[in-house]
């Protein structure tokens, strides 16, 4: 009965570094979203998926940002060249469908520092 | 522009009183709301929702008032109990994700 699991819980990264983050999404959930929290805010919407396709990737800041899930499950969010403006807690969520994207579940998220 | 505003950063209240966290929104689309808790080190957690067709719902100790015509919704929570204390987080649904104000941290003092 696993919920959403999203790793590593921390990353600390130098100005100019690539990085990956991994979603685990429930299984069974279709849609997966990525969103990102900076000090002080609320989440902030980055990307969603249905299936292995990104359904909406307005949320995206600028083309160093990019997000697959290349098999309907896992998803990996990447940042090119991250910028200590990057640093923040991103927030994994996934829903049964998403029709029903009202009801997400969301991971413990991981905290990216960029030094 | 926020279309989700939370305007108390912070809200204190004794155990066994009732909490208030109010949240106004700009958008009038918007046809449902959340809201979330979250625990320090924690993703946010699903609390309760309302549809805009309505103007109440509850759930336990937990009850979200919606007033469409002034764009406003609040969370009630009565009796409040310290373990009740975290960020509250009030969300609209958008197209097909949600868009979050910035948080309001309630304190429940024992």
């Known amino acids: 009965g696993a919920g959403v699991s999203q790793t590593p819980s921390n990353k600390v990264t130098e100005k100019g570094k690539y990085v990956e983050l991994r979603c685990d999404p429930i299984s069974g959930h279709t849609a997966l979203y990525w969103y990102r929290q900076s000090l002080g805010q609320g989440p902030e919407f980055l990307i969603y998926f249905q299936g292995t396709g990104a359904a909406d990737d307005s949320g995206l800041p600028n083309d160093r940002f990019f997000a697959v899930r290349p098999e309907g499950s896992v998803s990996t969010l990447k940042i090119q060249r991250t910028e200590r403006g990057d640093s923040a807690v991103y927030l994994c969520?996934?829903?049964?469908?998403?029709?029903?994207?009202?009801?997400?579940?969301f991971g413990p998220g991981t905290r990216l520092t960029v030094l | 522009d926020q279309q989700v505003k939370q305007n108390s950063p912070s809200l204190s209240v004794q155990e066994g009183r009732i909490s208030i966290l109010n949240c106004d929104y700009t958008n009038s689309m918007f046809d449902y709301f959340l809201w979330y808790k979250k625990y320090p080190a924690e993703g946010p957690t699903f609390l309760i929702s309302i549809s805009s067709i309505k103007d109440k719902n509850e759930d336990g100790r937990f009850t979200v008032f919606l007033n469409k015509s002034a764009k406003h919704l609040s969370l009630h929570i009565v009796p409040s109990q310290p373990g009740d204390s975290a960020v509250y987080f009030c969300a609209a649904r958008g197209q097909g994700n949600l868009i979050f104000g910035k948080g309001t941290k309630l304190s429940v003092k024992p």
């Open positions: 969520a996934s829903s049964l469908t998403m029709v029903t994207y009202n009801e997400q579940f």
